[in-house]
């Protein structure tokens, strides 16, 4: 096996960088690598276990999607350039919107404009799912995958934590996908 090279590292470092600067929320994030790091450094099949197990482990998701997809394309170094990638442009716009805020704090506006912007995440991640969804048509979505779909919806929709549902329809599918 060949090891990974500068231009590998480089090109995780500049993948990241571009996916947090377009999109810096983490899961409106998940679609734009998928179609950055999908065909051209892993498989769709290793990219939807890496969302999966991002969401069940705790901490970031971008995080440690950026470690796993890092670790896979480059190694070590892969990973630590993906993290750089990951970590820079966040930390950057945070402190840039931190001295605004302390500006603008006391603004009416301000609390309008946050909610206003709830909707446009949650339609965000309707159409990830959706584009996910769409993908794995092409595989034949069996009775079963939609029985775990429906399983986990139910689940978030009484607040069961999101990791709990994911941790459980894995286990589902072991049982289900014998």
């Known amino acids: 096996m060949k090891s990974p090279t500068f231009t590998v590292w480089w090109r995780l470092l500049w993948m990241f960088l571009k996916v947090n600067l377009l999109s810096p929320s983490g899961p409106a994030s998940i679609g734009l690598l998928y179609d950055e790091s999908v065909g051209k450094i892993m498989t769709e099949e290793r990219f939807v276990e890496s969302v999966g197990l991002s969401n069940v482990l705790p901490g970031s998701e971008a995080l440690k999607l950026a470690m796993f997809v890092g670790f896979a394309a480059g190694g070590i170094p892969g990973v630590i ?46 159409v990830v799912a959706w584009e996910l969804f769409r993908a794995g048509r092409s595989k034949k979505v069996t009775g079963r995958a939609v029985l775990i779909a429906v399983i986990s919806l139910a689940a ?18 072991i049982f289900l996908f014998r």
Do not use: H
């Not at 009416?108 to 446009?120: D, H, Y």
């Not at 978030?156 to 599918?173: E, Q």
């Open 81 to 126: 350039a993906a993290l750089l990638g990951a970590i820079l442009p966040p930390t950057v716009m945070m402190l840039v919107v931190a001295a605004v805020l302390q500006q603008f704090q006391q603004e009416a506006w301000l609390e309008k404009f946050v909610s206003g912007m709830s909707p446009a995440v949650a339609a965000l991640m309707v």
């Open 156 to 173: 978030l929709l009484l607040d069961v934590p999101s990791p709990l549902v994911l941790l459980g329809a894995g286990v589902l599918g």
